[in-house]
């Protein structure tokens, strides 16, 4: 991890998207947070099924006014808003952050290879960019901690403080996301 990003109380900026059933935009909150405070939301849309999710997400960090204080990325998988992958090296280089990518259960890549051929398919849209990133965000060290698994662009991992905090600021912008978009939460991350 960059030299800053252990120190306490380091800024997570925790991202996740709205339900995207019947959309061709959906809703992706930031939950800015320094340990278990949080400090700000930020939001943009990205396409549903898209590939603009790394640009616009990478753009809403770099427009506020945490751009600075803001040293690790989080993101519950690599899928926003249905099939829009993040691509987290693109994304960590960007904005010179570590991306971590936190998840219940263990990525399930041959599924979302299917996914994104069937949706190739009925679309006619190609998606071998997306299957570079996916193939990219294969390569992330990784390592399970509490029952959850976590990816990143960070060269070594310590802290499960760091990941409890994440996890906590990841939770929150689910249940942000989702209410907004469609009036109440519900699910869980």
Known sequence: MRPDAHK??????AVASGP??????ALVVGIVQRELTIEGVLSTTVEVDGTDSSYRIAEMLRKSRFRQQVKIVVFDGIALAGLNLIDPKRISKSLGVDVLIITRRK???RALVNALKKYSEASGKGVDGRLEVLEGSDALAGYAWAGLH???TAKTVEGEGL???AFEALRLAHIVAR???????KGRV
């Open 8 to 13: 306490k109380g380091v800024r997570v900026l």
């Open 20 to 25: 995207v059933e019947g959309k061709k935009r």
């Open 107 to 109: 990525p399930r890549k």
């Open 150 to 152: 976590v990816k990143t």
């Open 163 to 165: 990941t409890n905090s």
């Open 179 to 185: 209410g907004v978009s469609s009036g109440e939460s």
